[in-house]
């Protein structure tokens, strides 16, 4: 495979593997076959886990997650059933857990990924189920902090409005929410969550999407709505979080939303001041609750967005080369910017001033990664994890993970599978609680 890297900025490489042999064991609680063998054991080492990737099948239903441990390097033995192929996997805020959200039966079902911290050691047991969580169509999962909101769309047509879950891990860990609101219409939106407080869309038309943010303070189980941003967001779609300030984005322009305490003031940003013209509109961010900036997309256009000046900058991230945008995620501290690109190549982008990091060429081959006629999903799938980062992308054809070092910028080994690779998505450590212990909600 060739690669080049560029402006590369050079670190020592960690080791992806290492050589532990556990035996695992685990039940299934609601699918129909387990992952792991008869006894669980415990590792007391000092040493942290490198994680594992659950990771959905392309093969039959689509409705088989694959688990596969990075310090094993090998996938642990069986699979775990779900109900129903998942419309996207997403990591908890903790890292510990995986939830497989299917939108269409109205459920996300919880994967525990079976790494702990536990006193001054880890312990590892088999993946399995920790519940399921119900909803109308959840969709749009924001993670902010040590906080996560899920959006279920609703159902208009059956009457069923729109609802949000706050989650945490803690909460995860018996398949509950820190808190849940059930809103006034269906549609297609999203919530970010802030502490007590939750920014929630809503929509006045009939039909559409929103163009309305409504502050809710929490109460107990459920929210208060508190107050409705003065500024419109038409056509709102896509947000983001930092410690200070929320970000959506709208038909025309930017919602900029600032955080003094329990105040909430909000600032508009046209299209033309985002340099964007004609049917243009940033629709997705990138965002960390450590990052200053906000990165939005437009398209194949990425806009670097400071919500303090509402100043903005656009990321010449092609170096004029003829292609689109395939992917893209931040790296977990929000250092890293990771761009994938329809041609295969992976570009590494440094946050703290914008510059190239890296620039793998070849990173993939899109024609392999492609997925077969048959397949679920259309696109690579990328999750940006690990410590140190890693990136890895699903390759169905070649039915491996291509795994890339951030710091390194280069192509490490990559992960044999037995099956073709769709979504995928990582969970590390978590904290392993005592029973009856308090769990602290306080954000």
Same mark, same amino acid.
């Given at each position: 495979?060739?690669?080049?890297?560029?402006?590369?900025?050079?670190?020592?490489? !960690?080791?992806?593997?290492?050589?532990?042999?556990?035996?695992?064991?685990?039940?299934?609680?609601?699918?129909?076959?387990?992952?792991?063998?008869?006894?669980?054991?415990?590792?007391?080492?000092?040493?942290?886990?490198?994680?594992?990737?659950?990771?959905?099948?392309?093969?039959?239903?689509?409705?088989?997650? @694959?688990?596969?441990?990075?310090?094993?390097?090998?996938?642990?033995?069986?699979?775990?059933?779900?109900? =129903?192929? %998942?419309?996207?996997?997403?990591?908890?805020?903790?890292?510990?857990?995986?939830?497989?959200?299917?939108?269409?039966? =109205?459920?996300?079902?919880?994967?525990?990924?079976? !790494?702990? @911290?536990?006193?001054?050691?880890?312990?590892?047991?088999?993946?399995?189920?920790?519940?399921?969580?119900?909803?109308?169509?959840?969709?749009?999962?924001?993670?902010?902090?040590?906080?996560?909101?899920?959006?279920?769309?609703?159902?208009?047509?059956?009457?069923?409005?729109?609802? *949000?879950?706050?989650?945490?891990?803690?909460?995860?860990?018996?398949?509950?929410?820190?808190?849940?609101?059930?809103?006034?219409?269906?549609?297609?939106?999203?919530?970010?969550?802030?502490?007590?407080?939750?920014?929630?869309?809503?929509?006045?038309?009939?039909?559409?999407?929103?163009?309305?943010?409504? *502050?809710?303070?929490?109460?107990?189980?459920? @929210?208060?709505?508190?107050?409705?941003?003065?500024?419109?967001?038409?056509?709102?779609?896509?947000?983001?979080?930092?410690?200070?300030?929320?970000?959506?984005?709208?038909?025309?322009?930017?919602?900029?939303?600032?955080?003094?305490?329990?105040?909430?003031?909000?600032?508009?940003?046209?299209?033309?001041?985002?340099?964007?013209?004609?049917?243009?509109?940033?629709?997705?961010?990138?965002? /960390? /609750?450590?990052?200053?900036?906000?990165?939005?997309?437009?398209?194949?256009?990425?806009?670097?967005?400071?919500?303090?000046?509402?100043?903005?900058?656009?990321?010449?991230?092609?170096?004029?080369?003829?292609?689109?945008?395939? =992917?893209?995620?931040?790296?977990?501290?929000?250092?890293?910017?990771?761009?994938?690109?329809?041609?295969?190549?992976?570009?590494?982008?440094?946050?703290?001033?914008?510059?190239?990091?890296?620039? *793998?060429?070849?990173?993939?081959?899109?024609?392999?990664?492609?997925?077969?006629?048959?397949?679920?999903?259309?696109?690579?799938?990328?999750?940006?994890?690990?410590?140190?980062?890693?990136?890895?992308?699903?390759?169905?054809?070649?039915?491996?993970?291509?795994?890339?070092? !951030?710091?390194?910028?280069?192509?490490?080994?990559?992960?044999?599978?037995?099956? %073709?690779?769709?979504? !995928?998505?990582?969970?590390?450590?978590?904290?392993?609680?005592?029973?009856?212990?308090?769990?602290?909600?306080?954000?």
């Amino acid at each position: 495979m060739q690669r080049m890297m560029k402006n590369l900025k050079h670190h020592a490489a !960690l080791p992806l593997s290492l050589a532990v042999v556990l035996a695992m064991a685990g039940c299934n609680e609601t699918g129909t076959s387990s992952l792991g063998s008869a006894e669980d054991e415990h590792d007391h080492a000092s040493s942290e886990h490198p994680g594992r990737l659950v990771i959905a099948s392309r093969d039959g239903a689509g409705d088989q997650l @694959y688990v596969y441990d990075l310090e094993e390097g090998a996938l642990l033995p069986g699979s775990l059933a779900l109900d =129903n192929a %998942p419309s996207a996997l997403y990591t908890s805020p903790g890292k510990r857990f995986v939830l497989a959200l299917q939108r269409t039966a =109205n459920q996300v079902q919880i994967i525990d990924g079976g !790494l702990y @911290y536990h006193d001054d050691h880890v312990d590892e047991v088999a993946p399995g189920f920790a519940g399921t969580l119900s909803g109308p169509a959840p969709t749009h999962y924001r993670v902010h902090g040590e906080q996560a909101a899920l959006f279920y769309d609703g159902d208009a047509g059956s009457s069923l409005m729109a609802e *949000v879950d706050v989650l945490t891990d803690d909460t995860l860990e018996s398949a509950s929410s820190v808190a849940s609101q059930t809103l006034d219409s269906a549609h297609h939106g999203v919530a970010e969550p802030r502490g007590d407080i939750l920014l929630a869309t809503f929509r006045t038309a009939a039909s559409g999407l929103p163009e309305k943010v409504d *502050v809710y303070h929490q109460h107990n189980d459920h @929210y208060h709505k508190e107050d409705t941003l003065s500024l419109d967001c038409p056509d709102l779609h896509g947000a983001g979080s930092n410690e200070e300030y929320s970000i959506f984005g709208c038909s025309d322009g930017v919602l900029i939303v600032h955080q003094d305490g329990e105040n909430f003031t909000a600032q508009h940003v046209t299209n033309a001041t985002l340099g964007l013209t004609g049917s243009e509109r940033v629709g997705s961010f990138d965002s /960390h /609750h450590e990052l200053a900036e906000f990165v939005g997309y437009a398209g194949d256009r990425i806009l670097i967005i400071d919500p303090e000046t509402a100043g903005v900058t656009e990321l010449d991230w092609t170096e004029g080369a003829a292609v689109t945008l395939d =992917n893209h995620s931040l790296d977990p501290h929000g250092e890293h910017l990771v761009l994938l690109d329809d041609a295969g190549d992976l570009r590494i982008i440094d946050t703290a001033d914008w510059s190239e990091h890296a620039h *793998v060429e070849d990173a993939i081959d899109p024609a392999s990664a492609a997925p077969p006629a048959s397949g679920h999903g259309s696109r690579v799938s990328m999750t940006v994890a690990g410590e140190p980062a890693h990136a890895f992308l699903s390759d169905a054809g070649n039915q491996s993970i291509v795994v890339v070092h !951030l710091e390194e910028g280069s192509v490490e080994s990559p992960l044999a599978l037995n099956f %073709p690779p769709a979504a !995928l998505a990582w969970a590390g450590l978590g904290e392993a609680h005592e029973e009856g212990e308090d769990h602290d909600h306080d954000h």
